[in-house]
Each structure stands twice: as C-alpha cells, then as structure tokens.
C-alpha cells in the first residue's frame, strides 16, 4: 500500500542519532533518501552519498544482522561502544566501510562454523531423547529376563503391547 511520504526531523543526542535513525529503518518506519536535491545546502549541511555506496552499505547492514541473529545475546558494553564510537569519528565513510568488511570477513567463518556446531548438537539432542524413550522401556524387561552366559538376548516390542 502506498502512503504519501513526509518529510520528519529527528531531534535528540547527537551520539544517538545513528542508533535512532538505524532503528527507525530497521522497523521499516521510515524511507530514507538523498534529499540533497530537495533542501537547499542553506537548510541544511548534508554530504552527498554515492548510489553504488548506498548498495553497498545496505549488503554490510544485512550481514552484519545476519552475524548478530546467529549470535547469542550478551549485555551491551558501554565501555567498549564509547571507545568504538570515538574511534570511528575520526574515519571517513569509505575507512568505516572497510572496517566493517574486515569485521564481517572475520566473524563470518567463525559465526558460520558454530552456527553448524549448533545444528548438529540440536541432532544430537533429538536423537538422544529418542533412544532415552527406547531405552525407558527396555530396561524394565531387562531385569526380568534372566541372566544367560554364551546368549544374546534380543527384546523386540510391538507398539500394540500393553505396558503395565
């Protein structure tokens, strides 16, 4: 459904600027666009951002998300955000952009194999309360079944048999 558009302006901290206009996206709230054509440099004071970046920024975004999703959540570290943060203000978007691909290059094996490591433990998982369940009913007929030596013993229940 198309809606008409209007244009917002966001007024808070300005360390959380990001963070907000991030989250408003994020919730598919917002549109956002290159209204440098719009608003006079007067109005306001915007750099022009390159339409191949803006594709490019996007694919960071979602693998980034991609990688937190897989991720286990842990408590945010305010510590280490503020310095994350401090560093990055003196970088230019294409140094942030290469550090975040840096970053993705590397967590992206790593969330890849635990990701993997996680599946096949789940397996394991539902294959061992599979055999528990097999397990709770032979064992009661084992103790009945006297003791052979030089005999194996196979117990072979159907699943119409009554268990008292």
């Known amino acids: 459904m198309l809606q008409k558009m209007k244009r917002i302006q966001v007024i808070g901290p300005k360390k959380e600027f990001n963070h907000v206009v991030d989250l408003l996206y994020h919730e598919a709230t917002i549109h956002l666009e290159d209204v440098s054509q719009c608003v006079s440099p007067k109005e306001i004071h915007l750099s022009k951002v390159e339409k191949g970046k803006t594709v490019e920024i996007a694919e960071i975004v979602s693998k980034i998300s991609v990688i937190l999703a897989t991720l286990p959540k842990i408590p945010d570290d305010a510590a280490a955000q503020a310095r994350i943060d401090h560093d990055l203000q003196g970088k230019n978007r294409d140094e942030i952009i290469q550090q975040a691909k840096d970053v993705i290059h590397e967590l992206e094996y790593v969330t890849k194999d635990l990701a993997t490591k996680k599946s096949d433990l789940k397996l394991s998982i539902t ?5 528990a369940k097999i397990l709770n009913i032979i064992q009661p007929m084992e103790r009945e079944i006297p003791v052979l ?16």
Do not use: A, K
């Open 149 to 164: 030596e030089n005999y194996e013993v196979t117990i072979l229940d159907s699943p119409n048999t009554e268990r008292v």
């Open 127 to 131: 294959t061992l309360e599979r055999y």
